[in-house]
Structures are given as structure tokens and as C-alpha cells.
Nanobody, 119 residues
Framework: QVQLVESGGGLVQAGGSLRLSCVAS????????MGWYRQAPGKQRELVAD???????YYADSVKGRFTISRDNAENTVYLQMNSLKPEDTAVYYC?????????????WGQGTQVTVSS
């Protein structure tokens, strides 16, 4: 069993910053791609950014230049530094990880953390 635990969400004014963290723990052989998704009320969940174990990154166009994803492979942790936040960034942010164990790869989700940006 694998758990993803997120932290760092909260309420911030437009233009402010937040840093999200997500730690994977449990029966883990290797953590491959880790990422952050978000879901705003009435909208579909969307990929915000992800990062491979080798450090290759992807960003949604809406966050390029403002958000930075990073990871600590030794700690199975992924971070999302969010700067210049906008009200449209308000959403529940979910951590996602592709985890290898028992000879197979499984997809896991965190419980979500609320990010609210006030105008």
C-alpha cells in the first residue's frame, strides 16, 4: 500500500506565493513520474505540472513562468512552488505519482489540498 500526503495549501492574496509538498510512503520500489493536478468547482481535473525521476518537467500553459515543480528522489517528495498567484488558480490541488512495486507500476493520488487566491 502507498500513501501520498499533501501539505501547503491555504488562502493567499493575488500576487502571492504558496509552496505545496507531497510525500509518497509505503511499499515503494521506485517512484517514477510525479505531478500536480487541480480541479476547480464545476471544472474537470487538469494537469498543472509533472516531473520525471530524471528531472524532465512539463507545465500547463496557464502556469508557465509562475509555477516551478521539483522533487527529492531520496525522500519521494514532490514540490510545487506557486508564485504570482491569480484568482483563477483557485482549486483543489492533487498530487499524483506513478509507483513501482511488486513488478508493476501503479497510479496513486493524494487527498487534495485547497488553494484559494483572493482578488
Amino acid at each position: 500500500q502507498v500513501q501520498l500526503v499533501e501539505s501547503g495549501g491555504g488562502l493567499v492574496q493575488a500576487g502571492g506565493s504558496l509552496r505545496l509538498s507531497c510525500v509518497a510512503s509505503g511499499n515503494i520500489l521506485r517512484v517514477n513520474t510525479m505531478g500536480w493536478y487541480r480541479q476547480a468547482p464545476g471544472k474537470q481535473r487538469e494537469l498543472v505540472a509533472d516531473i520525471t525521476s530524471g528531472g524532465s518537467t512539463y507545465y500547463a500553459d496557464s502556469v508557465k513562468g509562475r509555477f516551478t515543480i521539483s522533487r527529492d528522489n531520496a525522500e519521494n517528495t514532490v514540490y510545487l512552488q506557486m508564485n504570482s498567484l491569480k484568482p483563477e488558480d483557485t482549486a483543489v490541488y492533487y498530487c499524483n505519482a506513478d509507483v513501482e512495486y511488486s513488478g508493476a507500476e501503479f497510479d496513486y493520488w493524494g487527498q487534495g489540498t485547497q488553494v484559494t487566491v483572493s482578488s
